[in-house]
């Protein structure tokens, strides 16, 4: 059975998150590497304080993902294929050998410094549940105006589908989904409008900055949730990573393609377990499952049980 390890997203963020993972050799050689890149202990990025910034939320996901990914690997738990939500799609490149990981250091603290000064206030995001994507878009469609901008952002889940806009269309919208039948409207704790052509501006500068960056071929199967397809060309992967904060998100069709490809366990690094539940309704006849809460020896056993399994 083949393994799949997953990355999650601004909103999985959490006080405390590098400070919990395990305290092996590899993971203070990652946070090492990171102090040397940034210019700073990577350990007071993680405090409630400092994940309030946009950087700093991004910067910790990308390090938790690399330093569990890394532990995991070191002892013989590494896996077929990743995939990233968002942010996650820079650990999964690292991870996947396609981008080094001091350049992933230095682009996710460019793009989060770019996210967090485009939109400092007044935006966000909100899941709405149990509307499909049609009407869903009629609502949006309804409320969308220059002054007020909102647009659908990540396919989550058949009916769990997130907005990115202003704080009074995001409103207008959660207002409309209650009254057509929404089992649920929630803000989410992501202060910025990703993966919606407001973030166009910033993704042609990351789309500069990467061209200064090498991307490799991956050394595993590497799967884009904004193109929801496996990428192995270089172009590709770049031009993926670098304009994914204006580009949709579709989770659904991304762990069917890994559920098509074989993966039959799915392993959510930290922190949090929300890609958990949102794969799990995709991977038929396998497991999703979050390193949140788990010993890393429970861990690396489910791992070498599944290699055993065809």
């Not at 899941?127 to 007020?148: K, R």
């Amino acid at each position: 059975m083949s393994i799949l390890l997953t990355f999650p997203g601004q909103g999985s963020q959490r006080a405390g998150m590098l400070h919990a993972l395990p305290d092996e050799p590899v993971v203070a050689a990652t946070l090492d590497e990171a102090a040397v890149v940034l210019g700073l202990d990577p350990l007071a990025l993680d405090t409630e304080a400092a994940l309030a910034s946009t950087r700093a939320v991004q910067l910790c996901l990308l390090i938790t993902g690399v330093a569990m990914a890394r532990v995991l690997s070191a002892q013989g738990g590494a896996p077929d294929m990743v995939a990233g939500f968002s942010i996650g799609e820079y650990p999964a490149a690292v991870v996947a050998g396609a981008l080094d990981y001091a350049d992933a250091l230095r682009l996710v603290a460019l793009r989060g410094q770019l996210m967090q000064e485009a939109y400092p206030s007044a935006y966000g995001m909100a899941a709405i549940v149990g509307l499909d994507q049609a009407p869903l878009a009629a609502l949006v469609a309804q409320v969308h105006n220059a002054a007020h901008p909102v647009y659908i952002a990540n396919l989550n889940a058949r009916r769990q589908i997130v907005i990115a806009g202003s704080d009074t269309a995001l409103q207008q919208v959660m207002d409309l989904a209650r009254q057509h039948g929404a089992s649920k409207v929630q803000r989410l704790a992501v202060s910025v409008p990703s993966h919606c052509p407001l973030f166009d501006a910033q993704a042609q500068e990351m789309t500069a900055a990467f061209a200064q960056v090498s991307v490799r071929r991956p050394v595993l199967t590497y799967l884009s949730s904004s193109a929801a397809r496996s990428l192995s060309d270089p172009a590709r992967i770049r031009a993926s990573l670098a304009t994914n904060m204006a580009r949709q998100v579709n989770w659904t069709d991304t762990v069917r393609l890994a559920w098509e490809r074989g993966a039959r366990l799915a392993l959510e690094m930290p922190s949090g377990s929300v890609l958990t539940r949102l794969t799990t309704p995709e991977l038929a006849d396998g497991l999703a499952i979050s390193c949140e809460g788990q010993r890393s020896d429970s861990l690396l056993a489910m791992l070498a049980e599944a290699r055993r399994t065809p």
